[in-house]
Structures are given as C-alpha cells and as structure tokens.
C-alpha cells in the first residue's frame, strides 16, 4: 500500500474518532481511490472501526413500508412512479389497517425503525393521525420514520407529536436536473426537520455511474451543514421505462468505496450510516443497518406484498449480529418503552398547509409553472 496514501487515511480516522467532519478536498481523495485497490480495502477497515465507535456497537434495520403506489406529476426521472413513464397503471393506497398490520408484522420480526413513505402529494395529515393509532395498536420501542413529501414547521411538529422519531429527506444528486424540485424548498423542508423535535436523516442518492467526486463531496458537506441525525448512501436503481432504464449501474465495488469515504468523513457525531439497496459487505465498509422495504417502490414497477427483492429481516439480522453489531435501534427515542407497555398518548396533529413543489419547480421534467 503507498504509505502517503495510508499514512492520510490514518489521519482522517483518527480525526473522524474524534467528531470531525473531512474538508472538500480530502473526501474527493478518498472518493478518487481505485474502488479495487489495497487502499480502498483499507479504508473500508478504518470506515468499519469508525461506524462501531460512532453507533456504539449498534446497527437498525428499518421496515420500510411504501403507503401508496400512485403516478405523480413530478416525473423525477428515476422514480417509477413518475407520471409521464406510463409505468403505474392503477393506483394502490393502502388503509390504515393493513399498514398496521405490516407495523405489527415488521415489529415481531425485530425491525428497530419502521419507515412510512408516500408519494409527493399523499396527504401527510392522514399519515399523522393513523401514527398514533400505529403506537396504540403496536406497543413497543421501535422508532417511527417518515419519508414523505414536503414539510412544514408545524407539520414536523404534528408528526413528532404523533409519535414519529425522524424524517428523511434529501437534497437529490442533480436536483433540479434529474427532478423538477427546486434546492430550496428541498432546504426547506429540511430546516423544517431538523429545527423540529424530529431527527433529520438523508442520504446521498440517487448514485448513478455518471456523478462526478466532486459532486457526491458536495451533497455531503452541504447535508453535514444542515445538521442530520444520520446519512446514507444509496445506489439508483435504472428502472426499466423511466429515463435511466438500460443504464449501466453503479456497481456494488464503488458503492461500498463510497459508503467508507461518507463514514470516514462525516465523523462519529453522525452516529449511523448505511447502504440502500443493501449489500451485505456494507457491515465491512461503514454501514451500521439495513432497510428492507414492502409495499410501493420508486425503485420497482410492482407493488411488492412481501420483501423487496427478498431480503427479510431474518437475513438483515443474521448480517448485523455476524459483523459484531446489536440488533437494536442506535438512538432510542425514551418516549417508548422496550418492555412492551405503552405510556404514550398522542398530540393533537394542527392544521397545517402542504407546500406547493410544483409552483417552486425550477424546470427540467415536471409540470412546472412557468417562473414559479
Ligand atoms: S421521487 Fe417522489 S416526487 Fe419524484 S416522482 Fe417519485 S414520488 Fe414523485
């Protein structure tokens, strides 16, 4: 291994042990390494230790459950569900029951982290109500995630009230290119977050072959200046029909690169990082948790009724326990009890007006108003 090379590596680890976040030009060193070299390799090991010390030893899996398969006029260019692609047909919502039910099934299995996500335009105060009846039906000390559309203060407010823990959202690779969406209402969004009692998680993503180092170090010192709970990196999956369909993915080997070059370089106060669509390797590489998803899937043309692609929660289980981390979540909302009972009473969701990203498009995809 070059010794310049290591002896660099070593200095980022040990400044990341200490909460330190990688300046602009150190993490596009890491993310321009050989993906195959013995210097990757290594910074894979050191991206390991960092995620062991960061999680304290603990590593989640989130139940993502996809409430809605429905077209939607944002036509970003790698979702299936984007309007213009034809690819969804008949529209799927599903009732709070049968998202209960999944809750309930997904929580018996051990998942950590349920992950309720909709489409742009599903109406968020719906989801809000049914959370409180989700925590009433389904004791136990698990954590709520939202991955919705567009949030308000007081929405953020209602959500958490109602017994989520986090939300995620993303500023897009090429946003405003590959999405009509606009960075500032992205940004938006996020300061409605992450100035709420809920936690803010985001991710790198959606990662094409096409993405250039310096623009996946942007993305992660522009999220490490919002202040996020935790980040991720997650591959595009080229959806047959949508823009990217016969694309050439981005392979696992450089996706593993990338997952250690963000751990390494968003240092130990982020406490959890990990990979989407899984790989197991990523336990190896800076990844603390998995997801694994059912229902809707920007990801899929289907609707899937059991896991995505397979992978259970017995598997993710099995994963995390034989890489030496806890099943369980890294940050415990102390909000709701492990053993079972249930203290928790649910807020009062207040009136709340959705913000409009079809007036705030900038103009590449969607049905964009002009000048809006
Ligand atoms: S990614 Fe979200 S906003 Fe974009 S088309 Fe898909 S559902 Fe709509």
């Given at each position: 291994m070059n010794e310049e090379t290591k002896a660099f590596i070593d200095r980022v680890t040990d400044e990341s042990l200490r909460g330190a976040v990688q300046p602009r030009e150190a993490i596009i060193r890491m993310l321009a390494m050989d993906p195959s070299s013995e210097e990757v390799a290594y910074l894979k090991q050191c991206a390991t230790k960092i995620a062991h010390a960061a999680s304290g030893g603990c590593a989640g899996i989130s139940g993502a459950i996809g409430v809605d398969l429905c077209s939607c006029d944002m036509n970003c260019k790698f979702c299936s569900f984007g309007t213009e692609w034809g690819i969804v047909t008949e529209d799927i919502v599903y009732t709070k029951e049968e998202i209960i039910n999944m809750v309930r099934e997904y929580v018996a299995a051990g998942v950590t982290t349920i992950t309720l996500r909709s489409t742009e335009f599903y109406d968020l105060k719906v989801l809000t109500e049914w959370l409180g009846d989700i925590r009433?039906?389904?004791?136990?000390?698990?954590?709520?995630?939202?991955?919705?559309?567009?949030?308000?203060?007081?929405?953020?407010?209602?959500?958490?009230?109602?017994?989520?823990?986090?939300?995620?959202?993303?500023?897009?690779?090429?946003?405003?290119t590959d999405t009509p969406f606009s960075v500032d209402l992205r940004k938006q969004t996020i300061k409605a977050i992450a100035e709420s009692p809920l936690r803010w998680g985001t991710c790198i993503e959606p990662i094409g072959i096409e993405h250039t180092n310096e623009e996946l170090a942007d993305r992660i010192l522009e999220n490490m200046a919002m202040g996020p709970h935790s980040m991720g990196v997650m591959a595009r999956v080229n959806v047959p029909g949508t823009p990217f369909g016969g694309m050439e993915p981005i392979s696992?080997?450089?996706?593993?690169?990338?997952?250690?070059?963000?751990?390494?370089?968003?240092?130990?106060h982020v406490h959890?990082?990990?990979?989407?669509?899984?790989?197991?390797?990523?336990?190896?590489?800076?990844?603390?948790?998995?997801?694994?998803?059912?229902?809707?899937n920007p990801r899929d043309a289907a609707l899937n009724k059991n896991v995505w692609r397979g992978f259970t929660v017995d598997e993710a289980k099995k994963l995390i326990e034989d890489a030496g981390f806890a099943c369980v979540p890294i940050d415990p909302d102390p909000r709701f009890r492990t053993d079972g009972r249930n203290w928790w009473k649910a807020g009062n969701p207040e009136d709340y007006i959705m913000p409009d990203p079809i007036a705030s498009a900038t103009g590449c995809c969607g049905k964009q108003k002009p000048g809006g």
């Open positions: 009433q039906q389904v004791p136990g000390g698990y954590l709520i995630n939202l991955n919705v559309g567009e949030m308000t203060p007081a929405m953020a407010e209602a959500a958490y009230q109602a017994g989520a823990t986090s939300a995620y959202h993303v500023i897009r690779l090429r946003e405003g696992q080997e450089r996706m593993l690169h990338i997952l250690a070059a963000v751990r390494l370089s968003i240092g130990t959890s990082c990990s990979i989407h669509p899984a790989i197991p390797e990523a336990l190896y590489a800076g990844g603390c948790g998995f997801t694994v998803e059912r229902g809707a």
